[in-house]
């Protein structure tokens, strides 16, 4: 009998999933990044740390992804890490965003059309995060 263990083999780290969302306070539109592990996890629903910079003159948004915290109010079910950042949405024009972890860069050029939808045009870089356009 084999007893050693098989590892799964996991393509990517990170999914982003890009979506129009509203700021529920001002009612504006935002463009919205949603961070989730593959890596599923069994005791609690942990946080993503994230650091977003947004540089509107180069249509260029950083996203730096730190490590994983319990949320203030502890969740208790099991599941993927995650966490949201959003930046105004930036109508009718291609964006750049660049993910940042520990070295590693990945990168998606995205066309935003007037009425807000969301087309994913080029994704460069270490492939550590799959880009996709949740529907709003």
Not at 14 to 41: C, H, M, Q, W
């Amino acid at each position: 009998m084999n007893d050693e263990r098989i590892e799964p083999v996991i393509e990517h780290e990170y999914v982003v999933s890009l979506v129009n969302t509203t700021d529920e306070e001002t009612g504006k539109p935002l463009l919205t990044a949603r961070i989730r592990t593959t890596r599923e996890f069994e005791s609690f629903a942990y946080s993503i740390a994230l650091d977003s910079r947004y540089v509107s003159s180069e249509n260029r948004w950083n996203v730096d992804i730190g490590g994983l915290s319990l949320p203030s109010i502890t969740r208790t079910t099991s599941g993927s890490a995650w966490s949201d950042v959003s930046i105004p949405m930036p109508f009718g024009c291609d964006l750049e965003i660049v993910l940042k972890k520990r070295g590693k860069n990945s990168s998606v050029q995205i066309a935003l059309s007037q009425d807000g939808s969301i087309t994913i045009v080029e994704v460069a870089g270490d492939g550590f995060a799959r880009y996709e356009v949740a529907p709003s």
